[in-house]
């Protein structure tokens, strides 16, 4: 079984970024795909990237291309999610996530996931 925990949020200025890590313990880290998601107060969990478990293939959504970007350094069982240009719209509690499937975009195909980390953009 995968455990996650994810590190890096905080409090960022509109315009600036963060970078948020996921580390990885037990279970073999480099045969999940890895996904990021978030969570805004009084909306549905949404996803935000995803790369595949060898990093040869990353996913977006369209609210974050160009801004996010996904990486994962399987040495170090750890994925993240660099953020620039962030804005007051990324505010939410955002979750990393390990799926056994090729790259899922739902997070419903997703089999552990991290507790989360508050990521708060003020305008």
């Known amino acids: 079984q995968v455990q996650l925990v994810e590190s890096g949020g905080g409090l960022v200025q509109a315009g600036g970024s963060l970078r948020l890590s996921c580390a990885a313990s037990?279970?073999?880290?480099?045969?999940?795909?890895m996904g990021w998601f978030r969570q805004a107060p009084g909306k549905e969990r949404e996803f935000v990237a995803g790369?595949?478990?060898?990093?040869?293939?990353?996913y977006y959504a369209d609210s974050v291309k160009g801004r996010f970007t996904i990486s994962r350094d399987n040495a170090k069982n750890t994925v993240y999610l660099q953020m620039n240009s962030l804005k007051p719209d990324d505010t939410a509690v955002y979750y990393c996530?390990?799926?056994?499937?090729?790259?899922?975009?739902?997070?419903?195909?997703?089999?552990?996931w991290g507790q989360g980390t508050q990521v708060t953009v003020s305008s």
């Open positions: 037990r279970g073999t880290f480099s045969s999940y795909a």
């Open positions: 996530a390990a799926s056994s499937g090729p790259l899922p975009l739902s997070d419903a195909e997703y089999d552990y």
């Open positions: 790369i595949r478990w060898s990093g040869g293939r990353r």
